[in-house]
């Protein structure tokens, strides 16, 4: 995280009283385990796959996401700390320990998160989900409606592109709305002598498109996070973190940017933040359907 921090300049001055105002962001993911720089962040759990009442993650996408946004760094001395560090977290397990997922626990999940705006305070929802081609109109029909719904309560969506690029039109399904910041993953000058880096197959939207997507861009590749299987033991912790790849890890960059912003300008409405997002990105002088309109710049977003 400290080289995703100095990429996209969100090294902040963690003196500023406006970082301690409460921000909630919503996950629907894999869930979330009881790691140490998690400690406190959760508002509410609710397990749409197995119906557990308890916190857990069987599979650890979730974790990571949420350490990305919002951990604290604590087992690394704030190194690994992440993006909102201030921001409270309500999770909702939609995915199984393989990190599949069923439309019917993803619509409940929605609805979960809908219901629950006010209780909790919800002003993002992140979505580190790729949903691809379902090949069921209905059921992308019903999910694009509910994501819309959504924001238009003033929660902003930011989901993943998805990794089923680079062909043109390889955009996650509900990605193409206007009514979502979509990410794509780009890692600027980092990366470029990794064959995996994630811009290779980082979902695209389509060149004839009069929508930009994605909107944004942000770094995927190897990402450092919270590994929910993290061991203890002797006093002392062992593989605390640990690395993933994807436009998932892309997508909490942007969400605790945001986050951010809703904390430093908490007047501003949906619109405005979308706005104040593309305009204040780094152009990479890639095609559009690749970076939108180009890599988060956290520095000047918070201006």
């Not at 719904?149 to 390889?170: F, H, L, R, Y």
């Not at 695209?204 to 770094?219: C, H, M, N, Y």
Request: proline share 3%; aromatic share 4%.
């Amino acid at each position: 995280m400290q080289r995703v921090r100095k990429q996209i300049e969100a090294n902040l001055d963690t003196n500023e009283q406006w970082l301690s105002r409460p921000v909630t962001i919503a996950v629907l993911d894999t869930g979330i385990g009881r790691h140490p720089d998690l400690t406190g962040k959760l508002l509410s759990f609710h397990d749409f796959v197995k119906k557990r009442n308890l916190m857990y993650d069987d599979n650890g996408h979730g974790t990571h996401v949420c350490g990305i946004l919002c951990g604290s760094g604590s087992l690394s001395g704030g190194n690994m700390r992440g993006m909102a560090t201030g921001a409270g977290l309500v999770v909702g397990k939609v995915l199984d320990d393989k990190g599949n997922g069923i439309t019917e626990h993803m619509l409940a999940g929605l609805e979960w998160v809908l219901k629950n705006r006010i209780r909790y305070n919800i002003g993002i929802l992140n979505i580190s989900v790729g949903i691809g081609n379902l090949n069921e109109p209905e059921k992308e029909q019903a999910l694009r409606e509910k994501v819309e719904e959504i924001w238009d309560s003033k929660i902003m969506v930011v989901c993943a592109a998805g990794n089923k690029g680079p062909e043109n039109g390889s955009l996650s399904s509900i990605g193409s709305s206007k009514k979502v910041i979509t990410v794509g993953c780009h890692d600027g000058i980092y990366c470029r002598n990794n064959s995996k880096r994630c811009e290779t197959y980082s979902g695209r939207g389509l060149l004839s498109d009069i929508v930009r997507k994605p909107d944004v861009v942000a770094p995927g590749t190897d990402i450092l996070s919270c590994n929910a299987d993290y061991q203890k033991g002797h006093g002392r912790s062992r593989e605390a973190y640990i690395g993933k790849s994807g436009t998932s890890m892309a997508t909490p960059i942007v969400s605790g940017a945001l986050a951010l912003l809703m904390q430093k300008f908490p007047e501003m409405n949906n619109e405005d933040i979308k706005q104040k997002l593309i305009y204040t990105a780094t152009d990479l002088r890639e095609p559009w359907n690749k970076q939108g309109w180009g890599m988060i710049n956290v520095k000047r977003l918070l201006q």
